[in-house]
């Protein structure tokens, strides 16, 4: 949901260059060199590259049992993954707002990532686990909660 009339918001996200890109070519971005439209060689510009365009499939790992962000609630997802949402879809100081919050972890992203947060659940359980977790992040943070 946005403002009526705003464009949406999205900002693409980046990987790191991998290791044999930065050795052979640093961390310029690189170009293309066609001849008859094809290909003869790549070069390195002077502009520095982003990274590598995240992909459409994230392989991220599971939020281990010793994790400090587990809370055992049945549904919690990782704050990598919820990281990655709210960076692409929000901007900076902007507002969150998620119908279902279950454990915090759309909160817990969006105040570690400077934005905003409103959050419910039906579930009084949700409630306790979500606010005791946002609480302790914005003490963490300085933010009082």
């Known amino acids: 949901w946005t403002r009526r009339g705003a464009p949406p918001i999205f900002h693409q996200l980046y990987e790191p260059l991998a290791p044999s890109t930065l050795k052979q070519w640093g961390t310029k971005k690189q170009q293309a060199i066609v001849k008859d439209g094809v290909r003869v060689k790549s070069s390195s510009t002077t502009v520095e590259s982003p990274g590598v365009r995240m ?35 929000s901007n900076h100081g902007g507002l969150v707002v998620d119908l279902t919050c279950g454990s915090g972890t759309t909160g817990a992203s969006s105040l570690k990532n400077g934005r905003r947060f409103i959050g419910f659940d039906t579930s009084s359980e949700a409630v306790r686990i979500a606010t005791e977790r946002l609480s302790k992040i914005a003490s963490a943070l300085g933010s009082g909660g």
């Open 55 to 89: 992909g459409d499939v994230w392989e991220l790992p599971i939020v281990a049992p010793s994790a400090s962000e587990r809370t055992d609630y049945p549904t919690q997802k990782s704050e990598a993954l919820l990281d990655r949402v709210v960076l692409s879809m």
